[in-house]
């Protein structure tokens, strides 16, 4: 009632009302981003409407991850399908030298009917046939040995022959391992038959 018109007058008059802040953007104006790909779009907005939302539906996803992954690498194994292949299996090295145990015999692959035929032979109470049973065992032992440093041999001349540039570490020794198993129950599944040159 009292105050002077100067002290209004000097009053700040340049506040910005609020709702300036919300005003539509010019369409004409940059955005200051890059438009995003419409496939860039649609897998961000798939990505988000799967994202599990508790630690529940999340440990659910990933045991069902993780069990179509075992499927697809059993398949693998099963058909020698490379994409889904343990690490231990993968590669042009591994499958060589899966091929070349393959495509031959080996002694160390008759060892467990061998071993059942010693040890029935074994029981029988008939000092001759029992005699018989441990040089059998040690025939066979001599004869493994003996076909697993021949076949290593070979398998590291053939590996440095065609693959001079890539590393073949470990690859003796895997194929080593797979002659002991018996064909029908190798995993990979053999791929090429006997006596066909890998």
Request: aromatic letters at 6%.
């Given at each position: 009632?009292?105050?002077?018109?100067a002290?209004?007058?000097?009053?700040?008059?340049?506040?910005?009302?609020a709702?300036?802040?919300?005003?539509?953007?010019?369409?004409?104006?940059?955005?200051?981003?890059?438009?995003?790909?419409?496939?860039?779009?649609?897998?961000?907005r798939?990505?988000v409407?799967n994202?599990p939302?508790?630690?529940?539906?999340?440990?659910?996803?990933?045991?069902?991850?993780?069990?179509?992954?075992?499927?697809?690498?059993?398949?693998a194994?099963?058909?020698?399908?490379e994409?889904?292949?343990?690490a231990?299996?993968?590669?042009?090295v591994?499958r060589?030298?899966?091929?070349?145990?393959?495509s031959?015999?080996?002694?160390?692959?008759?060892?467990?009917?061998?071993?059942?035929?010693?040890?029935v032979?074994?029981?029988?109470?008939?000092?001759?046939?029992?005699?018989?049973?441990?040089?059998?065992?040690?025939?066979?032992?001599?004869?493994?040995?003996?076909?697993?440093?021949f076949?290593?041999?070979?398998?590291?001349?053939?590996?440095?022959?065609?693959?001079?540039?890539q590393?073949?570490?470990?690859?003796?020794?895997?194929?080593?391992?797979?002659?002991?198993?018996?064909?029908?129950?190798r995993?990979?599944?053999?791929?090429?038959?006997?006596?066909?040159?890998?």
């Amino acid at each position: 009632m009292f105050r002077s018109r100067a002290k209004e007058e000097k009053a700040p008059t340049d506040k910005v009302p609020a709702a300036d802040s919300k005003q539509p953007r010019d369409p004409q104006a940059p955005k200051g981003r890059p438009t995003p790909k419409r496939s860039e779009a649609q897998s961000q907005r798939r990505s988000v409407a799967n994202t599990p939302t508790t630690r529940k539906d999340a440990a659910k996803r990933q045991r069902e991850d993780r069990r179509q992954a075992l499927d697809r690498q059993r398949q693998a194994l099963a058909t020698g399908d490379e994409r889904y292949l343990p690490a231990r299996d993968k590669g042009p090295v591994r499958r060589f030298a899966r091929d070349w145990v393959d495509s031959r015999f080996n002694v160390a692959e008759f060892f467990l009917p061998l071993a059942v035929v010693i040890l029935v032979l074994s029981v029988v109470r008939v000092g001759a046939i029992q005699s018989i049973a441990l040089l059998l065992w040690l025939v066979v032992i001599v004869l493994i040995v003996l076909d697993a440093a021949f076949s290593g041999f070979r398998l590291k001349k053939r590996l440095a022959q065609r693959f001079p540039d890539q590393n073949t570490r470990g690859a003796v020794a895997y194929a080593l391992m797979r002659s002991l198993q018996m064909r029908r129950l190798r995993l990979p599944k053999p791929q090429v038959k006997r006596g066909e040159r890998p």
